[in-house]
C-alpha cells in the first residue's frame, strides 16, 4: 500500500458526461501528480499541484481540468467525455522534489 | 512525448534465471525511478537513483545509471513467478518545470514457472 487512495477506483459513464477523480495523497505529502495511462499512449503526466498550487501541466486536455484543497487532497475533472478518454487514471504524491513518487492504484474510466 | 526508452519491450525468461532491462533517455535527469506494474493495477515504487549515484541495490534488483551515456539498468535476480509484470522507468529531467515524471513504454517480463 502506497498510502495514497483513489475514489472510485471503477467508473462507467457515457459520453458527453462529466466525472470527477478523487485523490488522497500520503500524509504529508504536499505535492499531488495526475497520470493518464492509455494503451496507445502509455503513461502521461497530466498535471502537478504543489501545495494548492499549479507547478506543471502535461498534456491535459482543455477538457480536463483539477485542483487541489487545502487539506491537499486534489480532485481531476474530466468533462465532455469521449471514448477516446477511456482509461487509467493514476494520482501520485511526494514530499519535495527529488525524493520518491508514489502512485495510487487508479481510476479505471470506461467511457461508452 | 516519452523520455525513457525501455529495451526490450518484453521478456521472457525461467523462475530462477537472471532479468535484465535497460532504459536510455534524452536528456540531463536529477533522478531515474523503478517501477512496476502488474496487469491493470498502481506503479509499485522499486528504486529510486540519483544523477550522482552509479548504483543501488534493494533485495534481489540492482539498478545502474551511466549519466553519460543516458541510460539505466535493472536487473532482477533468482526471478520468480511473482516478479511478472510491467517495468518501467521514469526520470525526472534537470529542464522540466515542477518534478514530473516522464515514463518510457515499459518492458513486460513474464517468468514461467
Known amino acids: 500500500d502506497s498510502g495514497v487512495t483513489q475514489t472510485p477506483k471503477h467508473l462507467i459513464t457515457a459520453t458527453g458526461q462529466r466525472v470527477t477523480l478523487r485523490c488522497s495523497p500520503r500524509?504529508?505529502?504536499?505535492?499531488v501528480y495526475w497520470y493518464q495511462q492509455s494503451l496507445d499512449q502509455g503513461l502521461q503526466f497530466l498535471i502537478q499541484?504543489?501545495?494548492?498550487?499549479?507547478?506543471a501541466k502535461g498534456n491535459i486536455l482543455e477538457r480536463f481540468s483539477a485542483q487541489q484543497f487545502p487539506d491537499l487532497h486534489s480532485e481531476l475533472n474530466l468533462s465532455s467525455l469521449e471514448l477516446g478518454d477511456s482509461a487509467l487514471y493514476f494520482c501520485?504524491?511526494?514530499?519535495?522534489?527529488?525524493?520518491?513518487?508514489?502512485f495510487g492504484e487508479g481510476s479505471w474510466l470506461t467511457v461508452v | 512525448s516519452q523520455q525513457g526508452e525501455e529495451d526490450p519491450q518484453a521478456l521472457s525468461i525461467q523462475e530462477g534465471e537472471n532479468a535484465t532491462m535497460n532504459c536510455s533517455y534524452k536528456t540531463s535527469i536529477n533522478n531515474l525511478q523503478w517501477y512496476r506494474q502488474n496487469s491493470g493495477r498502481g506503479l509499485v515504487h522499486l528504486i529510486l537513483?540519483?544523477?550522482?549515484?552509479r548504483e543501488k541495490h534493494s533485495g534481489r534488483l540492482r539498478v545502474t545509471l551511466d549519466t553519460s551515456k543516458k541510460s539505466s539498468s535493472l536487473l532482477i535476480t533468482a526471478s520468480r513467478a511473482a516478479d511478472t509484470a510491467s517495468y518501467f522507468c521514469?526520470?525526472?529531467?534537470?529542464?522540466?518545470?515542477?518534478?514530473?515524471?516522464?515514463f518510457g513504454g515499459g518492458t513486460r517480463v513474464l517468468v514461467k514457472p
Open positions: 499541484y504543489y501545495n494548492g498550487e499549479e507547478r
Open positions: 521514469a526520470t525526472d529531467s534537470v529542464h522540466a518545470a515542477g518534478n514530473k515524471l516522464t
Open positions: 500524509s504529508g505529502d504536499l505535492s
Open positions: 537513483i540519483r544523477s550522482n549515484e
Open positions: 501520485a504524491s511526494s514530499p519535495a522534489r527529488g525524493n520518491t513518487i508514489y
